[in-house]
């Protein structure tokens, strides 16, 4: 059982790049939802959806763009990629049922 | 930033001793959890209170918790060596995981 995918596990991009970081859930899962992780920081909510057409901003959002066009599907649009994204990333989905989430194993992202 | 702290940010014991470590929030929330996180690795959820319990276990952890205080406290009995990850508290003020509040982490040591 697969649980929360993150593709690319690492990157490396330059300064004014975009890129799509990916995640996929295979269990049929209504909310999803991206987080990045920065050193004693913990984690804090960029974007999250509550199903298939509908996402909201949450924490800190700037720089970032989401979309949901399937259930399984979430991707993080970086638009222009700045050093302060250096991050690590993770994506999480839940059901609506309870409050426990499922994270992906991350993708970390370094812009230079 | 309504991230909730945790303290204390390091923790160093050895194996078979107790690990107590300490999370306070900011705002009147639905749920508290604790979730585990492995070097390089995803979260994992380990237990869960509700805003109208004070105590709950589940095998070796014990998670207490202060709505008038706004504090959590969660034990881990008899450490392991395997027990040592970083330990991060959650709320939720909507009973979902769509949108969780972190706070910013504990990091666990056992050594033998």
């Known amino acids: 059982n697969a649980g929360v995918t993150q593709t690319p596990k690492f990157q490396v991009l330059k300064t004014g790049q975009s890129m799509t970081l990916q995640c996929a859930q295979d269990m049929n899962h209504e909310y999803m939802s991206w987080y990045r992780q920065d050193p004693g920081m913990g984690l804090r909510l960029i974007h999250y959806s509550v199903g298939a057409g509908i996402t909201d901003q949450g924490e800190v959002p700037n720089g970032y763009n989401v979309s949901r066009s399937t259930t399984e599907d979430f991707p993080l649009r970086l638009l222009s990629a700045a050093p302060s994204q250096t991050s690590v990333y993770f994506c999480?989905?839940?059901?609506?049922?309870?409050?426990?989430?499922?994270f992906g194993q991350g993708t970390r992202l370094t812009v230079v | 930033s309504q991230q909730g702290e945790e303290d204390p940010q390091a923790l160093s014991i050895q194996e078979g001793e107790n690990a107590t470590m300490n999370c306070s929030y900011k705002?009147?929330?639905?749920?508290l959890q604790w979730y585990r996180q492995n070097s390089g690795r995803g979260l994992v959820h380990l237990i869960l209170i509700r805003s109208n319990e004070r105590e709950k276990h589940s095998g070796r952890l014990r998670v207490t918790l202060d709505t008038s205080k706004k504090s959590s406290s969660l034990l881990i009995t008899a450490s392991r060596a395997a027990d040592t990850a970083s330990y991060f508290c959650a709320t939720d003020t909507t009973g979902t995981a769509s949108k969780l509040t972190f706070g910013t982490g504990t990091r666990l040591q056992v050594t033998l």
């Open positions: 705002t009147s929330i639905n749920n």
């Open positions: 999480a989905s839940s059901p609506h049922t309870g409050p426990e989430a499922f």
